[in-house]
């Protein structure tokens, strides 16, 4: 079995059915194609809930980001975000070396300051 839940045999059964199916030669690379890639969704029990991207993202957003995450974010140097912070432009907080940032406090930041 592929991480689809159809074993090769079965994989290759479908495709050569696609090659069979009376359609221009782009649709059937088309299908073909999607198969290879996405597989067949058979559903299964043991199978994991798919991801649920907004559930994901919010998550994502909750977690303060690292200095580096949140100059990237920027598209400033880390250098330039630590000198934001020093001169009080940008909130962050500190525990021995390491810089944290809000999410919201970065996407304020950002949004206020497009050029």
């Known amino acids: 079995m592929d991480g689809h839940g159809v074993d090769q045999a079965t994989g290759g059964k479908l495709l ?3 090659n069979n199916v009376p359609l221009y030669l782009k649709e059937r690379e088309k299908i073909a194609s999607h ?3 996405f597989g067949i969704k058979i559903p299964q029990g043991n199978v994991p ?3 649920n991207l ?3 993202q919010n998550e994502l957003s909750s ?3 690292s200095l580096t995450e949140a100059s990237e974010y920027l598209g400033v ?3 330039t975000l630590r000198r934001w912070v020093k001169q009080g432009r940008l909130l962050a907080y500190k525990l021995g070396r390491a ?3 809000e999410v919201e406090e ?3 930041f950002k949004k206020s300051h497009r050029a």
């Open 16 to 18: 050569n059915g696609v």
């Open 35 to 37: 198969i290879i890639l």
């Open 49 to 51: 809930e798919p991801l």
């Open 54 to 56: 907004e559930d994901w």
């Open 63 to 65: 977690k303060p980001f």
């Open 77 to 79: 140097s880390s250098v």
């Open 99 to 101: 810089y944290t940032f």
């Open 106 to 108: 970065l996407k304020k």
